[in-house]
């Protein structure tokens, strides 16, 4: 199976048509802005013929390039490896051994999911990006490819049909719809209210209701200003649930012989294999809105990307869940894991002294010297305020900062309004160091950092141990490493 070359499905002429055409829109932009302004004095069956024209033009151009990439590309594989050819007039061939590839997704926009296809993508760890796209596949042969890609042994011989296995775990609903409410999508809310101001023709629309505003009574037009404003925020909250609905629709984590297969998305799909024995760190996040009412987000990064466009280019795995079902996902994810029974150890106590010399310091540059050229010795007063804050946020990163290991897994913590605790297994730190600043060794702390394979850079990190701890701590992560090296095997 796929030994032979295999071109794309049809329907990928239609999908890069689009993808061409709207680039030469863009690159044509300039010109058809010129063409449109010096031609608004011209007849209306001039500008038609000139905008239809400048449309088929673009249109024909834009055409050119899908039908050869169509007839160009093909697809096979050689060996122990993937081979992607394509190009008509400068060929290129790309080899992708199969031992590398970390992961194989598999997406369904509006238009693949119309035209009966799907898109593939093949992930190893050399990059962000995936590295090799077929743009479009008939969905059977999609799942196909998937298949045989991420199969432990290389053998295409047989593959069995896909099965629809009972889910580990779903979202319902309210969940979905819960985690567009909880998330911190923040930018959708204002700018969605900076969109109506912006919009063309908004004050015409918008001067009456200020007219109105304006010969209220002072309270009144206090009340009515935070009545839209907070309309308006509300606006963009229901933006922020639509996103998350369209996207996390029809959530579910199912079985799969690499690791977990994760499905979701109502327009565009999303289908990916998380291959376990790669994961390097599992991460547990808890936003303050989701800690308030006992929820979490779960992500994992492997030594390569998953390639979904996500906040912060995170991997994430869960969107939302409660608390308790963290440990039973992480389980999934990583077998040593272990969160709940975690006995985390604080860092050392002059941290405090430390964070709260430093802020106020940031405080009187950026704060205090501004106010006393305006204020004179009025800023004075602005001094208590400013050491007292200082002092606050030295307690809550002494608070917040933690650690902890077991048998198998080192772990950390940070973060006040989004809590975070990493896990990293021993087998998979690839170095650690310690490392320590002038001030840190006056007051003898020092600063751990252990490093995964993990593309996405989300190492441990804990600032301010007791030097006399991180004896301890690096001779326990030394040992471990040594004692677990190799034990893990690269799928289940």
Request: glycine residues 8%; aromatic residues 10%; charged residues 20%.
């Amino acid at each position: 199976m796929f030994e032979t070359p295999h071109r794309l499905h049809p329907a990928a002429i239609v999908i890069n048509f689009g993808v061409y055409f709207i680039a030469t829109v863009r690159s044509l932009a300039a010109p058809l802005i010129g063409i449109f302004i010096t031609g608004k004095e011209s007849s209306a069956n001039f500008m038609s013929i000139m905008i239809g024209g400048g449309i088929a033009v673009i249109g024909g151009i834009s055409l050119i390039g899908p039908i050869l990439n169509y007839f160009s590309t093909t697809f096979f594989i050689e060996g122990d490896a993937l081979v992607i050819s394509s190009g008509f007039i400068w060929r290129k061939r790309r080899t992708i051994p199969l031992a590398r590839i970390q992961n194989v997704n598999i997406e369904r926009t509006i238009w693949h999911r119309f035209l009966k296809a799907a898109k593939v993508k093949v992930e190893t760890a050399a990059g962000a990006k995936s590295e090799g796209d077929l743009t479009a596949l008939s969905v059977e042969d999609a799942n196909r490819l998937q298949s045989v890609l991420l199969q432990r042994n290389q053998t295409t011989d047989t593959v069995e049909p896909e099965t629809k296995p009972e889910p580990l775990y779903q979202l319902s609903p309210k969940q979905v719809i819960l985690a567009g409410a909880l998330g911190n999508r923040a930018i959708y809310i204002f700018g969605s209210i900076f969109a109506v101001f912006q919009a063309e023709g908004a004050h015409q629309y918008f001067r009456p209701i200020l007219n109105y505003i304006q010969r209220l009574g002072p309270a009144a037009s206090i009340l009515a200003g935070a009545g839209i404003f907070v309309g308006l925020v509300i606006i963009g909250w229901l933006v922020s649930i639509g996103i998350s609905a369209t996207r996390y629709y029809g959530f579910r984590i199912e079985k799969h012989e690499r690791g977990i297969l994760i499905t979701h998305g109502l327009i565009t799909q999303f289908k990916s294999v998380v291959p376990v024995g790669r994961i390097q760190d599992v991460r547990i996040v808890e936003p303050i809105l989701f800690r308030l009412l006992g929820y979490c987000e779960i992500y994992a990064d492997t030594a390569g990307s998953f390639d979904k466009k996500d906040e912060a280019s995170a991997n994430k795995i869960c969107p939302i869940l409660s608390e308790r079902e963290a440990s039973k996902i992480g389980k999934l994810l990583m077998p040593e894991f272990e969160f709940e029974s975690l006995s985390w150890r604080q860092v050392s106590k002059k941290t405090i002294a430390r964070h709260a010399a430093r802020h106020f310091v940031q405080f009187l540059i950026l704060i205090f010297v501004p106010l006393a050229i305006w204020l004179k010795w009025y800023s004075l007063i602005f001094i208590a305020p400013m050491a007292i804050f200082s002092w606050v946020t030295g307690l809550v990163a002494y608070h917040y900062v933690g650690y902890s290991w077991t048998n198998d897994i080192l772990a950390a913590r940070r973060g006040v309004f989004r809590k975070q605790a990493t896990i990293i297994p021993f087998d998979r730190i690839q170095h650690y160091t310690i490392n320590s600043s002038y001030f840190q060794r006056r007051l003898g702390l020092a600063t751990v950092t252990a490093v995964s394979a993990s593309t996405g850079g989300h190492s441990i990190h804990v600032a301010d141990v007791d030097i006399k701890a991180v004896d301890g701590l690096r001779e326990t992560i030394a040992v471990s490493i040594q004692s677990h090296l190799g034990s893990r095997k690269s799928g289940l």
